[in-house]
């Protein structure tokens, strides 16, 4: 091999050398190409790819600040990889190697960006009468390469002498090139007919119909090229999964597929993150020319350490470490801690705020109060649950770690009889609350099932209600209790129902960060009820604390 012949061997070259840090799964990948270099299956000519590489760097003129009007400057680890892409060529046929690409690159590396200007070169001196797909599960996301390739034809034919656009089709009219969208939206998937793929975040895929559909619309074609781009993700055992389980047992060459390119920027383990920055590179290959941002990484790396919806989103979207779909929500040492015990006499004559987790035939129910004294940063939570007697002889619920006859022997719980919790019972709880130590609720939050029986006992009581949907709505309530118990803000007077709860219950978090508290899969006695009901009551906090603050200080 001659030292940087090409960008292929420049770019391996320069890991080899320590110039570029690069995870095993890229670097194995570029040591079995430099191998193929020499087999005789194959030819390596870069005429094509050099000269998209070229246009692309003269004419391709993107659109986002700091780079706006700016021509692309392809990096090196994408030149290599546009070069890869179109120069390896079979012997017997002179056709082009490769017809799939998989490129997994954490996000803000510049994926869209340089697809866009593929795309563009192909509208503009491309072959004509091609149909080019932009594909992803939902539009928005397909919407994203499509429009800067579209806004990259603009600038560069702003008169569209050649091309034009409107909102559902980009198109060079003298070659008749074509360039279109298609999501899970989409309401006819057949009949196209496409030479080339780009399939954009396929990590949203629970399965392969977006994918099947553009692999059935390039059939006619002895070259197409089905580029599939993408981020880590949250969905278990969906199409990107299996696709990289494919892709790297290819590279570890378990499984054969000569046409099959899989360009995987990873981590090599989590623990590399947090204690060395040096290897972010390995997911992040555009970080050292200054396309992600190194000051804004290092912000979000401090903000996970002490949040782990954050840190469960950023190990996937930005070093592409995958994450189960749901994990434990807190460490046993988040939650257990030392703190003095408090009586409710201390509170008589205040205000709370109420939260409940209503149910009727399977689950617990759980009610709780929110209290604080002036000039204290504590929040005193006393609580309360019910259950059905029937549960008491569950073994699942006993080896899941239940021990509702203790608790209710402790006065933490109450066991109902027959097959349904009586619901007004739980809003006759905060009445005695009332009747016994004179603390009414300024605000309790509900869920809307089984409520109405709960919200007109608590009407009859004069006490206000808000109902509050649970879901991604409650993420930043559920990030707030995490921090306080954390911080040790959290007295739940060492509740033992709680602690279970909230041993049981994890966090589930989606592409944008938000996070959700359910259940373990597969673990369904393991209840979170108390966990739950933490969280309604600290959005009820969040809506209503300045009114809460005022009446604790008055």
């Not at 080339?196 to 099947?212: F, G, R």
């Not at 396309?291 to 912000?299: D, G, N």
């Not at 005695?432 to 300024?442: A, C, G, R, V």
């Not at 979170?528 to 969040?542: K, M, N, P, Q, S």
């Amino acid at each position: 091999m001659i030292p940087y012949q090409n960008y292929l061997t420049q770019y391996y070259g320069m890991i080899l050398n320590g110039e570029i840090i690069a995870g095993y799964w890229i670097k194995k990948e570029l040591e079995n190409l430099i191998e193929d270099l020499k087999d005789s299956r194959y030819i390596y000519d870069t005429t094509e790819a050099h000269e998209r590489i070229r246009f692309q760097e003269e004419n391709c003129l993107q659109s986002k600040a700091p780079y706006y009007m700016e021509p692309i400057k392809l990096m090196i680890w994408q030149k290599a990889f546009w070069e890869v892409v179109y120069s390896f060529k079979m012997a017997d046929t002179g056709l082009r190697r490769f017809t799939e690409v998989l490129l997994e690159i954490a996000r803000k590396n510049g994926k869209s960006t340089m697809f866009a200007a593929d795309g563009n070169t192909d509208l503009f001196v491309g072959e004509g009468g091609v149909g080019i797909c932009c594909a992803s599960n939902d539009d928005r996301q397909a919407k994203l390469i499509w429009s800067e390739l579209g806004g990259m034809r603009q600038r560069l034919d702003p008169q569209k002498v050649m091309t034009s656009q409107n909102l559902v089709l980009i198109k060079n009219n003298l070659k008749n090139i074509e360039v279109v969208r298609l999501s899970s939206k989409t309401q006819n998937k057949d009949g196209f007919n496409f030479k080339k793929v780009y399939l954009d975040e396929s990590h949203d895929m629970p399965d392969d119909e977006i994918a099947e559909a553009c692999w059935r619309a390039m059939s006619t074609h002895d070259e197409p090229l089905f580029l599939n781009c993408t981020t880590q993700g949250f969905i278990t055992d969906g199409y990107l999964d299996k696709k990289i389980e494919t892709a790297k047992a290819i590279i570890n060459k378990e499984r054969e597929d000569i046409h099959f390119l899989a360009w995987i920027y990873e981590q090599d383990n989590e623990q590399e993150i947090w204690q060395d920055e040096t290897t972010w590179e390995k997911s992040n290959p555009s970080i050292r020319y200054g396309v992600k941002k190194i000051a804004k990484l290092k912000r979000d790396i401090e903000t996970a350490k002490h949040d782990k919806a954050a840190r469960i989103h950023l190990l996937t979207k930005d070093f592409n470490i995958k994450q189960n779909n749901a994990q434990a929500w807190l460490m046993n040492e988040d939650y257990c801690y030392e703190i003095e015990p408090f009586k409710l006499e201390e509170f008589r004559g205040s205000f709370c705020l109420g939260a409940v987790d209503l149910a009727a035939t399977t689950d617990m129910v759980s009610a709780r109060i929110f209290l604080m004294k002036p000039n204290d940063k504590i929040k005193y939570i006393h609580q309360h649950y019910w259950i059905l007697e029937k549960k008491l002889t569950d073994s699942n619920d006993k080896e899941a770690g239940a021990e509702y006859q203790e608790w209710a022997k402790r006065g933490l719980l109450t066991i109902h009889e027959g097959n349904e919790i009586d619901i007004s019972k739980v809003a006759d709880w905060f009445y005695q609350l009332y009747k016994d130590y004179n603390i009414k609720p300024y605000m309790t939050g509900y869920d809307q099932r089984f409520s109405k029986t709960f919200t007109d006992r608590m009407n009859e009581y004069n006490f206000e209600v808000d109902m509050i949907l649970q879901g991604k709505v409650l993420s930043n309530a559920m990030k707030f209790v995490e921090a306080d118990l954390k911080d040790k803000l959290i007295n739940y007077n060492k509740n033992e129902i709680d602690k279970w709860c909230l041993g049981n219950a994890a966090m589930e978090v989606d592409n944008i960060g938000n996070a959700m508290c359910v259940k373990v899969k597969n673990q369904a006695s393991k209840r979170i009820d108390g966990a739950i009901t933490y969280i309604i009551l600290y959005e009820v906090y969040r809506r209503y604390r300045s009114e809460f603050h005022k009446l604790i200080n008055r």
